[in-house]
């Protein structure tokens, strides 16, 4: 095994020709801890693929990893070569390197013999998820951050469903990745590869049209739409991302005319220049969309992150004052309008289900209760929603309405197998006409759902912990937490204690299995239908801590939570 400093003289060697990569190698030559972050481990690759910060080494996004990557991704899927001739598509957003990353990403796959089919221009993660169903492909691959920093790109792997690779296929790849050396990656001629079909550029005629035709499907009630559709005024930003063409295109061909867009975040935008962080979950994204609104007098904001699986959306209140739903809020609002239209029309199927991740909301589960329709709950990552759905359609037993996470990623069809802010654009529109019809704003709508239910309070609590150092800390906390549980947090006692990496659920004595795959991840059940969760990110250097309370009081839920969080923050210390 090589040591950090071989591992660093070695890419210097290797890549002599590359004098870009050869200088910011050099730049670092007297600094350890950068050297040390860059070459102590490989960029890992997991069931959400690689994601790092841009830069040379064997631990940052580059293009020597994609090209790693690549080869290992066609070693594997070679290992059955009749289905490998279904060939693979692949999309990128506006992140710097993406379009570069994709191509190199087709070129590696047309030399080792797997047909590319390549966007001709930026495509959301929904697109590329329906395109590889839609064109018989065997995978997909992304290459984007989601909602990540500017300085961060990564590449995301499909399967054949449609759906984020299973934790087994990523095992499978990640084997053929470490087999396979840097210098063994090679590119294919771009005019070759064109002229023998293994490269096929695809855009509009191809896959779009189609995607926008089944997205339309999704309406619950068209002709609500179509009677209040040009009545919403709505302020759109697509946060320089790749939701701008698609988003505004089903809008406005379900009848939403009255949209504006935030002109100075419309277009692609490496940097995300007027914004700290392109993440619709955080408010300061919206600075630009409230100063529009204001403008133009609109009641309702819509934000998707770059790769447009994520919608966020404010909404103004009654009294004018603006409002920043969380994905629960809004999972838990589209949840409720599907089920009681379903409902109400006499079309509610008798095996109807949805789907969740632990960590959302439970109050889902409650509306789920009162339509008579199961809830089903995954680990976090979307992936395991895709699975879910495909389960279904197996074996004939559940028909999938609506599946949903807390971090903004919202779902009713099946032909996508990932999170899609343009599905959720259109439900979320549909929702606000609704609510125009009956003479309320969509605010009036969540605080009717919480006054029917209880109020649910939901908080997410990140501690960043970067580098060796920091993935170090995190498994010393969650080591810590296994040997020694907490009997009680903020005064609730634990109920039950599920350790997903275990595979069990403690309580009272007895054990049971949870039934989902390990995944390192602890949920206290704590008295009253209240829960905290410690996870460490699977994309970031951060441990996260999931937070929920709840009352039929909307004061005392919130101060339970409040309690909860600093009780929990106690626990990481």
Request: some cysteine; glycine content about 10%.
């Amino acid at each position: 095994m090589m040591t950090i400093r071989e591992n660093y003289e070695k890419w210097l060697k290797d890549f002599a020709d590359d004098q870009e990569t050869v200088q910011e190698l050099k730049s670092i030559a007297n600094d350890e801890k950068e050297i040390e972050d860059r070459f102590y481990t490989e960029l890992s690759f997991g069931t959400a693929g690689m994601r790092g910060v841009l830069g040379a080494g064997m631990n940052r996004m580059n293009k020597y990893n994609v090209r790693r990557a690549t080869k290992g991704l066609a070693g594997f899927l070679k290992e059955r070569p009749e289905e490998a001739k279904r060939g693979v598509v692949i999309a990128y957003d506006s992140r710097r390197f993406s379009a570069e990353f994709a191509k190199e990403t087709a070129l590696v796959l047309c030399a080792e013999g797997v047909k590319a089919y390549l966007f001709d221009a930026l495509r959301p993660v929904p697109i590329l998820s329906y395109a590889v169903r839609h064109l018989g492909a065997i995978a997909g691959i992304v290459i984007t951050a989601s909602h990540n920093p500017p300085e961060y790109n990564g590449y995301k792997v499909y399967g054949e469903d449609g759906a984020q690779v299973a934790p087994e296929v990523a095992a499978g790849i990640t084997k053929w990745i470490r087999q396979t050396a840097y210098t063994d990656c090679r590119l294919a001629d771009e005019a070759e590869a064109k002229g023998s079909g293994l490269l096929q550029i695809i855009g509009n005629a191809e896959v779009d049209d189609d995607y926008i035709a089944a997205i339309k499907t999704l309406a619950i009630s068209p002709e609500l739409l179509a009677k209040e559709g040009a009545k919403l005024n709505i302020v759109y930003t697509p946060l320089h991302g790749s939701g701008n063409v698609p988003v505004r295109r089903v809008l406005s061909e379900i009848g939403l005319t009255n949209l504006a867009v935030v002109k100075e975040q419309e277009m692609p935008d490496p940097n995300f220049s007027t914004i700290k962080v392109p993440n619709p979950e955080d408010p300061g994204a919206y600075d630009l969309a409230f100063k529009k609104a204001a403008e133009v007098g609109a009641s309702v904001i819509f934000a998707t992150d770059p790769d447009c699986d994520r919608l966020g959306v404010a909404v103004k209140d009654g009294g004018g004052e603006w409002h920043l739903l969380t994905g629960n809020q809004i999972g838990c609002v589209l949840l409720h309008y599907i089920l009681s239209s379903l409902d109400k029309a006499g079309k509610l199927p008798k095996d109807g289900a949805a789907v969740k991740s632990i960590v959302s909301t439970s109050l889902a589960n409650r509306i789920c209760e009162r339509y008579g329709v199961a809830m089903f709950e995954t680990l976090t990552g979307f992936k395991f929603i895709g699975e879910k759905i495909q389960q279904f359609m197996d074996a004939g037993d559940h028909t999938f309405l609506f599946g949903f996470e807390e971090s903004y990623g919202f779902l009713s069809s099946t032909f996508v197998r990932d999170k899609d802010g343009v599905n959720a654009s259109l439900l979320v529109s549909e929702v606000a006409c609704a609510c125009m019809d009956a003479g309320i704003t969509l605010y009036d709508r969540v605080q009717e759902i919480f006054a029917e239910y209880g109020y649910y309070i939901e908080k997410v609590v990140s501690t960043t912990l970067p580098g060796k150092d920091g993935l170090a800390r995190m498994k010393e906390i969650m080591s810590g937490l296994r040997a020694k549980p907490p009997k009680e947090i903020g005064g609730l006692a634990v109920a039950a204690i599920r350790d997903y990496l275990k595979g069990t659920r403690e309580s009272n004595g007895k054990t049971e299995p949870t039934g989902l795959p390990e995944s390192d991840v602890l949920y206290f059940e704590l008295e009253g239908g209240n829960w905290v969760c410690v996870r460490p990110s699977g994309t970031e250097p951060k441990i996260k801590l999931y937070v929920n309370a709840n009352d039929r009081d909307r004061e005392t839920a919130e101060k339970l939570n409040a309690t909860l969080c600093e009780a929990s923050r106690q626990l990481l210390a």
